[in-house]
């Protein structure tokens, strides 16, 4: 049965990089980037490309995509959307194609690029992804985006989570950092808002009223869209 | 009240580096380098060298100190002594000077030599060494010195237990590393040989028969010896 391991800060990535192309890479950004993308493909975006600057990304506007730029927790001015996943709206995004950079969830896909497949995953569909990546059935890196290279509770909280639906299924780990992913995960599940709120991110948020994209942020298989990198795009597939 | 940070790999030190100068930083290698100094302490020795490389710890001989020396776990050969803390018997040690080599633990302590006072410690001096932070009053940096610079578990459930200790004593933390730590140590501390059981490092044990050193590097509060660098050398303090 495949492997799991646990990447807990991009500075480690180094440590797991050896074979990256055959194994299977999870980006996990849950407050927000990753939210916000499983989000947008919910209501209906076609594509979304995710690019390392605030420049590039404006010059997608002339191709007829929503540009999307979010730096230190705030939309850049002059943007049709930031990072918050309760601005794509159906309404907004249906049908459209968006171009998006956010602080670590960009940059990190730009370091799994040579993963042989390249998920992005939520909360909002974690036993979709579990499936997804069973099906695809390589060994499987988790990789937390963290918040500028620091460890993050939130998505080590989902990796957690995300192991502990692979280990169900038979697959295994002999990996210090998905062991304690999963004990955190399992112990806080029955309360993981009271858990989060000491959490450094879940102040940071609370600095900016961002309160609400809290309960989108941990809502739990919302939906059965799974979202993967195809090129330099991320697209879309349900389950 | 002074503030607590966790390293959890020295692959991030790069981000707790800044006013290292005025912090306290606490080396943790349970398995097995810091619990050994510990023991090395409680056992009568004077002094303690770290020394980056093999070659440059085998020069010690010369000037009466017993040399030890570790790689990948295993006692170099032509050394007295490896890194298990059950050879650092008070027949041998007692009143000896003694020069170390570690994987893990000596590069540790090289890379905070800057800080205002580097502790080393151990399940072994847990409260005195949570005594001797709190009578220094500065923040402290927890620096799990891990396993070639990946997560591990038991290095992190020491920081939990050391920051709990302090935590209880008024100190804070804005640190999820911290949290997580914290949260590991106290949801698993009544069955801590249990949990670690599934440990990477503690599948590495078995597989060289270090089994019964993992009883010595989980025993708490056996010594009120703290252990700190003074220039470049190990001393030991009663607290």
Same mark, same amino acid.
């Given at each position: 049965m495949p492997k799991i391991e646990t990447l807990l800060s991009p500075a480690l990535f180094h440590l797991?990089?050896?074979?990256?192309?055959?194994?299977?890479?999870?980006?996990?950004?849950?407050?927000?980037?990753?939210t916000t993308v499983v989000v947008a493909f919910e209501n209906g975006v076609d594509h979304v490309v995710a690019s390392a600057s605030v420049k590039e990304t404006q010059t997608f506007?002339?191709?007829?995509?929503?540009?999307?730029?979010?730096?230190?927790?705030?939309?850049?001015?002059?943007f049709d959307l930031g990072n918050s996943p309760q601005?794509?709206?159906?309404?907004?995004?249906?049908?459209?194609?968006? $171009?998006?950079?956010?602080?670590n969830g960009t940059r990190?896909? /730009?370091?799994?690029?040579?993963?042989?497949?390249?998920?992005? +995953? @939520?909360?909002?569909n974690l036993t979709a992804t579990a499936d997804a990546l069973t099906q695809?059935?390589?060994?499987?890196?988790?990789?937390?985006?963290?918040?500028?290279?620091r460890f993050n509770m939130e998505d080590t909280l989902f990796a957690g989570a995300l192991a502990e639906?692979?280990?169900?299924?038979?697959?295994?780990?002999?990996?210090? $950092?998905?062991?304690?992913?999963?004990?955190?995960y399992t112990? /806080?599940?029955?309360?993981?808002?009271?858990?989060?709120?000491? +959490? @450094?991110?879940?102040?940071?948020?609370?600095?900016?009223?961002?309160?609400?994209d809290l309960e989108v942020c941990l809502k739990t298989d919302s939906s059965r869209?799974?979202?993967?990198?195809?090129g330099d795009k991320l697209v879309g597939q349900t389950m």
């Open positions: 797991h990089s050896e074979g990256i192309e055959d194994k299977q890479v999870v980006i996990i950004d849950i407050l927000r980037a990753t506007r002339d191709k007829g995509y929503l540009v999307a730029a979010e730096r230190n927790g705030i939309t850049v001015e002059g601005d794509y709206t159906p309404e907004l995004v249906n049908g459209r194609n968006i $171009a998006l950079t956010t602080t990190a896909l /730009n370091m799994a690029e040579e993963a042989e497949t390249v998920w992005v +995953a @939520s909360f909002r695809n059935g390589r060994d499987v890196l988790l990789f937390c985006a963290g918040w500028k290279d639906q692979l280990m169900s299924r038979g697959w295994s780990t002999e990996d210090d $950092a998905t062991l304690a992913a999963m004990d955190l112990r /806080n599940q029955s309360q993981l808002p009271d858990f989060l709120e000491q +959490a @450094s991110h879940v102040q940071r948020f609370k600095t900016l009223h961002l309160e609400s869209i799974v979202v993967k990198l195809d």
